[in-house]
């Protein structure tokens, strides 16, 4: 079957833009940043990879790969001898590869971020299944509805609820969606999201999490992270 490939396009600032969800893909102030402040440290990263020898990430909202990537660069400088990072991904809308090309080449530092990107680029069809991209890293993006994604993900220590804004996708912040990720969430496990929605937060304290508000990325004055209960 042919893979329908999202419909997009670049704006007059060059950010890639979802005709159908009307939304960017990244904050438009800086993607990697955003995915630093809100994910990385929303989830306690790197702190939490200390001695562990598998650590798994669950994504909602594959994207451009801008959070793996920028998370891959960050573990590839912290972790250690013989530890295991699996990055699990949901993506229903995928981009055709010169599009997540195009998206990703305005990011021309760090040089190491760039070399990552053109590694993930060559591998972008295979990500449907497990990818060990690296000796240390494994990459798998389900591009199935995110319910029946989620079905197939293994516990994961920590979430990035990365999905269109709310309001303008609520399928992916469903009471279903959000039970789904607290089932499959290991013991402890923890989420983090730019978006600081009440109707989320409740959705996310029904599954199971205690959910707290911080300080937002950039414009945005809240985010919320939370812990398994």
Same mark, same amino acid.
Request: aromatic share 12%; charged share 20%; net charge negative.
């Given at each position: +079957?042919?893979?329908?490939?999202?419909?997009?396009?670049?704006?007059?600032?060059?950010?890639?833009?979802?005709?159908?969800?009307?939304?960017?893909?990244?904050?438009?102030?800086?993607?990697?940043?955003?995915?630093?402040?809100?994910?990385?440290?929303? *989830?306690?990263?790197?702190?939490?990879?200390?001695?562990?020898?598998?650590?798994?990430?669950?994504?909602?909202?594959?994207?451009?790969?801008?959070?793996?990537?920028?998370?891959?660069?960050?573990?590839?400088?912290?972790?250690?001898?013989?530890?295991?990072?699996?990055? !699990?991904?949901?993506?229903?809308?995928?981009?055709?590869?010169?599009? @997540?090309?195009?998206?990703?080449?305005?990011?021309?530092?760090?040089?190491?971020?760039?070399?990552? &990107?053109? /590694?993930?680029?060559?591998?972008?069809?295979?990500? $449907?299944?497990?990818?060990? /991209?690296? @000796?240390?890293?494994? !990459?798998?993006?389900?591009?199935?509805?995110?319910?029946?994604?989620?079905?197939?993900?293994?516990?994961?220590? #920590?979430? =990035?609820?990365?999905? =269109?804004?709310?309001?303008? *996708?609520?399928? +992916?912040?469903?009471?279903?969606? +959000?039970?789904?990720? &607290?089932?499959?969430? @290991?013991?402890?496990?923890?989420?983090? $999201?730019?978006?600081? &929605?009440?109707?989320?937060?409740? *959705?996310?304290?029904?599954?199971? =999490?205690?959910?707290?508000?911080?300080?937002?990325? #950039?414009?945005?004055?809240? +985010? /919320?992270?939370?812990?398994?209960?």
């Amino acid at each position: +079957m042919t893979r329908q490939f999202h419909n997009t396009r670049f704006d007059d600032n060059d950010l890639l833009y979802s005709q159908q969800f009307q939304d960017h893909y990244y904050s438009r102030h800086d993607g990697r940043l955003e995915c630093r402040h809100v994910f990385l440290d929303g *989830n306690d990263l790197p702190q939490r990879w200390v001695n562990r020898p598998k650590f798994t990430i669950g994504e909602l909202g594959f994207g451009t790969g801008l959070n793996f990537l920028v998370t891959w660069h960050l573990w590839q400088q912290k972790r250690q001898p013989g530890q295991q990072l699996t990055f !699990l991904s949901v993506e229903g809308f995928p981009l055709d590869v010169e599009t @997540a090309r195009h998206a990703l080449s305005q990011w021309t530092q760090p040089k190491e971020l760039v070399e990552l &990107a053109a /590694i993930l680029l060559e591998s972008w069809d295979d990500t $449907s299944r497990p990818l060990q /991209i690296d @000796a240390q890293t494994t !990459l798998q993006v389900h591009h199935n509805p995110v319910e029946k994604a989620l079905q197939e993900f293994s516990k994961t220590d #920590a979430w =990035f609820l990365d999905g =269109f804004a709310p309001a303008k *996708n609520p399928d +992916m912040w469903s009471p279903q969606v +959000m039970q789904l990720v &607290a089932d499959r969430t @290991a013991p402890g496990g923890t989420f983090a $999201s730019y978006t600081a &929605a009440g109707w989320v937060r409740r *959705n996310l304290e029904d599954a199971g =999490f205690t959910v707290v508000k911080r300080p937002g990325f #950039a414009s945005k004055r809240d +985010m /919320i992270a939370g812990v398994l209960r």
